[in-house]
């Protein structure tokens, strides 16, 4: 079935704005939850504050929907970011925290946009999660952790040597395919929630590329 102009243009706006949600406020809450992460936990309750409000609006229905899935994220990274980051065993359990919501929001058939991006997203760490695993870099993260972000730059440059090795770059490869493979998929959809799923999933890999990246010229 052809997808009509207005759809497509739809398609694109939610899926930027799903990539603008996962890309840009964790350099926001990134410094925000390390000094004050009580705001950052309370600050969730303005963003499901104003989720519910753009919800309950028709015209703004599809983007409260979006922020509402935000709001996961966010908290999700305001309770591991701000007292558990020393541990990355708990890491993907504590980004996980939305996931039986949105599981019986899905199955009720609610929230769609919204719950797709936080699925999405959570996908995306978890591959980033599972990298992390396979590569060995689990003691750098627990060492970056424990410094102040001046004193992290040594501890990058060590975990750079660690993956740029044949296993390292073989499975940067492979899971990069694999999330592009997954994004690519959804974008063939044409429903709404599957191309703020593939932001999601896309924007992931943004996020991952500039850490390494700031790591590489720290």
Same mark, same amino acid.
């Given at each position: 079935?052809?997808?009509?102009?207005? +759809? %497509?243009?739809?398609?694109?706006k939610?899926f930027?704005?799903?990539?603008?949600?996962?890309?840009? /406020?964790?350099?926001? +809450?990134?410094?925000?939850?390390?000094?004050f992460?009580?705001?950052?936990?309370?600050s969730t309750?303005?963003?499901?504050i104003?989720?519910?409000?753009?919800?309950?609006?028709?015209?703004?229905?599809?983007?409260? %929907?979006?922020i509402?899935?935000?709001?996961?994220?966010?908290?999700?990274?305001?309770?591991?970011?701000?007292?558990?980051?020393w541990?990355?065993l708990?890491?993907? /359990?504590?980004?996980a925290?939305?996931? /039986?919501?949105?599981?019986?929001?899905?199955?009720?058939?609610?929230?769609?946009?919204?719950n797709?991006f936080y699925l999405?997203?959570?996908?995306?760490?978890?591959?980033?999660?599972?990298?992390?695993?396979?590569?060995?870099?689990?003691?750098?993260?627990?060492k !970056?952790?424990?410094?102040?972000p001046?004193?992290?730059?040594?501890i990058?440059?060590?975990a750079?040597?660690?993956?740029?090795?044949?296993?390292g770059i073989?499975?940067?490869?492979?899971?990069?395919n694999l999330?592009?493979? !997954?994004s690519?998929?959804?974008?063939?959809?044409?429903?709404?929630?599957?191309?703020?799923?593939?932001?999601a999933?896309?924007s992931?890999? !943004?996020?991952?590329?500039l850490f390494?990246i700031?790591?590489?010229?720290?």
């Open positions: 079935m052809p997808v009509s102009p207005t +759809q %497509d243009h739809r398609s694109w939610v930027g704005a799903a990539s603008f949600l996962v890309s840009v /406020p964790v350099f926001f +809450q990134a410094p925000l939850v390390r000094l992460p009580w705001i950052s936990l309370v309750l303005v963003w499901v104003l989720g519910i409000w753009l919800y309950n609006r028709s015209q703004t229905r599809l983007w409260g %929907d979006l509402l899935g935000f709001s996961w994220s966010w908290l999700a990274g305001s309770i591991y970011w701000g007292w558990l980051r541990e990355p708990v890491h993907l /359990p504590v980004e925290i939305g996931v /039986p919501f949105a599981a019986w929001c899905l199955f009720r058939g609610w929230g769609k946009i919204g797709y999405g997203s959570l996908l995306g760490t978890a591959i980033t999660d599972v990298y992390f695993y396979l590569t060995g870099l689990i003691p750098y993260w627990r !970056v952790m424990e410094v102040e001046s004193q992290a730059a040594s990058f440059k060590l750079l040597v660690q993956i740029q090795t044949p296993w073989s499975w940067a490869v492979v899971l990069v999330l592009l493979g !997954v690519l998929w959804a974008l063939q959809k044409s429903q709404l929630h599957w191309w703020a799923f593939a932001g999933v896309l992931t890999l !943004v996020v991952d590329s390494w700031a790591a590489y010229f720290a």
